[in-house]
């Protein structure tokens, strides 16, 4: 499995990106797939994952009803709609994988190089 995360960006608050993380060794499909962030000066945190058929979702509450994880697996491609976004969402996002799904950071094996996401208030 080799991650990578992309589509971050600068974005005014209120506005909304979409991250996407592709599996380059086009296994994802029997992964779960995690999304993190760590913001400057701070430890990174869980923000959402989704079991390897998309039926699973796990979100932080931070982030519910704002981010959705969705997966398409015949692009091996996980996507993180992130919505109405704060300047507190400020972060690298990485995406990683593991088989089965997880909320913590030490449970997944494979990570993402992460994407920087800059949200101005």
């Known amino acids: 499995v080799q991650l990578q995360a992309s589509g971050g960006g600068w974005v005014q608050a209120g506005g909304s990106l979409r991250l996407s993380c592709a599996d380059s060794?086009?296994?994802?499909?029997?992964?779960?797939v995690g999304w993190f962030r760590q913001a400057p000066g701070k430890e990174r945190e869980f923000v959402a994952s989704?079991?390897?058929?998309?039926?699973?979702?796990y979100y932080q509450d931070f982030v519910k009803g704002r981010f959705t994880v969705s997966r398409d697996n015949v692009k091996g491609t996980v996507y993180l709609q992130m919505n109405r976004l704060k300047s507190e969402d400020t972060a690298v996002y990485y995406c990683?994988?593991?088989?089965?799904?997880?909320?913590?950071?030490?449970?997944?094996?494979?990570w993402g190089q992460g994407t920087l996401v800059t949200v101005s208030s």
């Open positions: 060794g086009r296994t994802f499909s029997n992964y779960g």
């Open positions: 990683a994988a593991r088989i089965g799904i997880s909320r913590k950071e030490s449970e997944y094996d494979y």
């Open positions: 989704i079991s390897w058929s998309g039926v699973i979702t």
